[in-house]
């Protein structure tokens, strides 16, 4: 199903030269506001809001990409020695394009002063911890 005025929607069907890698249910492209080089995006073809609308088959056929992505991306670019993965589920998570896609995003040592926390640092000086174990 294509949504009608939908950026990801519209690069299936008018703008497939974006398009790096495909299968039945999902496709590649570079990130068009990449974060980092080889910044990429994992897209179902199915109009779906967000990653927790996916079907068992989306998510094995956006993992397969993904997967591809990544040694192609590592293959290219030793200087490539870590990725972040993420979604934006909901506005309020960031999420502006609301058709389900993921990121894959390449890092690399010293991209950051420190690294620690990842994922964690999406709010705003909370990504630090101590670990006390």
């Known amino acids: 199903m294509i949504e009608e005025n939908c950026l990801f929607c519209d690069i299936q069907s008018v703008d497939r030269k974006r398009i790096i890698s495909e299968n039945n249910l999902a496709y590649a492209i570079r990130d068009g506001f990449p974060v980092t080089d080889g910044h990429t995006l994992f897209i179902t ?3 779906v ?3 927790f609308g996916l079907t068992q088959a989306e998510t094995n056929a956006v993992n397969s990409l993904m997967h591809e992505q ?5 293959g290219g670019d030793t200087t490539i020695d870590g990725f972040n993965i993420g979604m934006n589920c909901g ?3 960031g999420q502006t394009v609301f058709h389900c896609h993921v990121h894959l995003i390449p890092r690399r ?3 950051v002063e ?7 640092h999406v709010i705003s000086g909370k990504g630090y ?5």
């Open 45 to 47: 073809k199915r109009h």
């Open 114 to 120: 420190n690294p620690r926390g990842g994922v964690r």
């Open 49 to 51: 809001l967000d990653y």
């Open 70 to 74: 990544k040694k192609l991306l590592q």
């Open 91 to 93: 506005s309020s998570a």
């Open 109 to 111: 040592v010293g991209d």
């Open 129 to 133: 911890y101590e670990d006390k174990r």
